[in-house]
């Protein structure tokens, strides 16, 4: 049986106030015969390779970037494998913040919050940040991330989780809500799914600083050592 072939894709995170690059979220896909994809299921993946792949990738983002954001789910959260990766990571990151952006995917296990704080406590406790990500969708609403807000640095609001765009009055009730929150906890608050201009644009009356979408930059690949030039085209 073939092995599945992962890597992850870098795309940049954009503050409009000083126009620079701040930082990287790492996106992990999968190798098809169609080419590079989203994994259709997360959990399914070993948590082995998520973390060798991890430890790999941030080994040579280190003194890159000011801040590079991970996507952890609650199940891999609790994984050990991924924990120490996560740790050794940090280390390599330094002095870098590794951010742990928690997805608001449910998985197959059920996690309470008090299963979770004990962990994302240790990872500050390691120099890291917490991210909420995708809030106000899936579980992430603000009644289940309440109790997570106090250890948490940053918030993220995803355009491309909603079928209609960033013109939408209930999307902008929406924006206006988080923002909120953002301001009261002392949070960095980051729209991602920014994709064409008037996206932009429209963002600009919302006061949120902090982007991220195909509009600034498209993820792309990061090879590793080893990898040849023309790999996965």
Known sequence: MTQTTYRYFVQPQLDVRTKTIYGYELLIKELTQQGWRVPSDFAKIDPKIVADLLVATTKILGLKVQYCAVNVSREQLLDTKIAKAIILSQRQLYPAKLVVELTEEAGPGCYHNTAIIPHLRHFIEQGMQVSLDDVGTGINDFKNIQELLPLTSELKFALQNFCTGIDDPKIQQQLHFWHAISQE????????????????QLSNRFEIDFRQGYFYGKPQLLRLSGDPVNFGL
């Not at 906890?185 to 932009?200: F, K, M, N, Q, S």
């Open 185 to 200: 906890y002392g949070l960095r608050l980051v729209l991602e799914g920014i994709e064409t201009a008037a996206d932009d």
